[in-house]
């Protein structure tokens, strides 16, 4: 009921007539602020341990779990039900805000790191189901239950939609994960600040209001400290001394630097250091064109550091290459860097390169060939996202860009450690029609590394090396093909987009090497 512009709630508290306006907002706001948080703790989770499918299965299913628990326990708040939606509002501001920020530093620091991550979501959850159930039972007597629960409903909907699409078209590329837990953690204690100055005149606030205004200092700070508590966190990783870092809609980019040697790694996952990138280069690339009498037309998927280009265009034969990496901010970086486009010769700038900047699973089924060589380097299969470009039905269309005399290449991860996973890919590009040929090389900063040769026909042995490389000869070159029993190739499944055994069976082996 009302009075005067006054509206009573249970247990005769008062608030004035604007409060419901301030508590339909929260809904938007809470609602927005709850799956930013999830989403933090399922990219961060899926950047620091990989296997992005099970990372964010089972993140959101802790959190809605988590979620299920909080709103549960509303049913036990009895009387002061502002009160304790305001507390509740500044636990998540403290707990959501300092997430990513939390996650990023302890995760060289704790031995098992998915503790302290499923610790916090389910902490978050728990508080985040409080919310709403609290705001219906504060909001019950200012309206007609049907018109209540469209409106809140309405409200918690449209704040999801607004967190989906600003999560990943403007937060992680823009502000970053760790920016973007502090300021959605400032929403949320703004919404408590609001609720308590509209209270001002009805209740104390006096505890209330300090423990807001010390956790609205603690994020500002954060926030300010931002990056450099980012280079703390990337430092104590990575052990190294970070030069670059930057989290793009696709991936974390970080370079280290320790004396000479410069270091790319995606995601966590080491790519090249320039100590021994040219052994890893050059058993990728000319085996390929060694054996490809006219590579006239060249593609590579993947290799947005140039790297792999820049051993290419080596061969005075090659007209032009075709480059496809996903992420722009990959190759603009070592096309524009000074120190980095030195280290790829200013491959990603030459005329005889065009670079699309395209998901290569979409571009390889609208292209053209035919190429004369392809040569395929994407990163190790850690997740599904990576996984589909290992597939028969990837394959199939690589095949079908590839020239009846040429021949493709694909680095298959180390038939040492993962020796299922690395003859997976053989037997996939067999059942793509192919022949497959499988070798290896040592590359000190990986160890003993594989690749995989296909063609349409018989991969013959003789191969053309120019001079004046750093690795490779005919004879080490012949003795990459040989395979030990400990690396022999054993039976393996076919990895298709329905079963993604290769992304499996990579996870456990490479699990046993570093756990």
Not at 4 to 13: F, K, L, P, R, S
Not at 287 to 300: D, E, K, T
Not at 439 to 463: C, K, M, N, Q
Not at 468 to 477: H, K
């Amino acid at each position: 009921m009302a009075e005067d512009g006054i509206a009573v709630g249970e247990g005769g508290e008062k608030g004035p007539a604007s409060l419901a306006v301030i508590l339909l907002v929260s809904v938007l706001v809470v609602a927005t602020c709850g799956l930013i948080y999830e989403l933090l703790a399922g990219t961060l989770a899926s950047y620091l341990l990989g296997d992005s499918v099970t990372q964010f299965s089972t993140v959101i299913g802790s959190y809605l779990f988590a979620m299920g628990v909080g709103s549960w326990l509303s049913r036990h708040v009895r009387g002061d039900e502002i009160g304790v939606f305001v507390r509740v509002e500044v636990m998540i501001a403290a707990l959501g805000g300092w997430s990513a920020a939390g996650l990023f530093l302890l995760f060289p620091l704790v031995g098992d790191f998915r503790v302290a991550l499923y610790a916090l979501v389910l902490a978050i959850g728990v508080l985040v189901g409080l919310e709403i159930p609290l705001l219906i039972r504060i909001l019950r007597h200012r309206f007609a239950f049907r018109e209540l629960v469209s409106n809140v409903l309405t409200y918690d909907y449209v704040g999801a939609l607004i967190a989906s699409l600003l999560f990943p078209l403007v937060l992680v590329p823009w502000l970053g994960m760790i920016r973007t837990g502090f300021v959605f953690g400032l929403a949320n204690v703004a919404v408590a600040l609001a609720l308590l100055v509209a209270l001002r005149r009805q209740r104390r606030i006096g505890a209330d209001m300090a423990a807001a205004l010390v956790v609205t200092a603690s994020l500002l700070v954060g926030l300010a400290m931002a990056d450099r508590m980012q280079r703390w966190s990337e430092v104590a990783f990575y052990a190294e001394p970070v030069i670059h870092a930057r989290s793009t809609p696709y991936q974390r980019i970080v370079i280290t630097r320790r004396n000479e040697d410069l270091r790319l790694y995606l995601n966590g996952n080491l790519q090249f250091s320039t100590r021994d990138e040219y052994r890893y280069h050059e058993a990728l690339v000319w085996p390929v064109l060694g054996r490809v009498a006219h590579p006239s037309q060249v593609l590579i998927l993947g290799g947005g550091d140039g790297l792999a280009a820049r051993e290419v265009l080596r061969d005075r034969r090659v007209q032009h290459v075709t480059l496809v990496d996903l992420d722009p901010e990959m190759t603009h970086l070592f096309r524009d860097t000074p120190q980095l486009a030195a280290l790829n010769k200013h491959s990603l700038s030459s005329p005889r390169i065009t670079v699309h900047n395209a998901d290569a699973f979409r571009w390889v089924r609208q292209a053209q060939g035919p190429y004369d060589a392809v040569i395929v380097d994407f990163p190790d299969p850690t997740e599904f996202s990576l996984g589909k470009l290992y597939t028969e039905s990837f394959y199939h269309e690589v095949a079908r860009l590839l020239a009846p005399e040429g021949v493709m290449t694909v680095q298959s991860t180390s038939p040492l450690i993962a020796p299922r996973s690395y003859w997976t890919v053989a037997s996939t590009l067999e059942a793509a029609g192919l022949t497959a040929r499988g070798y290896h090389a040592y590359v000190p900063s990986f160890g003993e590394w594989g690749f995989t040769l296909a063609a349409h026909r018989p991969i013959s042995d003789a191969v053309a090396l120019p001079k004046g490389l750093r690795f490779l000869t005919a004879s080490s070159e012949r003795a990459m093909f040989d395979f030990p029993p400990d690396m022999a190739r054993r039976p393996t499944p076919v990895n298709r987009l329905d079963n993604q055994a290769l992304v499996r069976s990579f996870a456990e082996e490479w699990g046993k090497y570093e756990g």
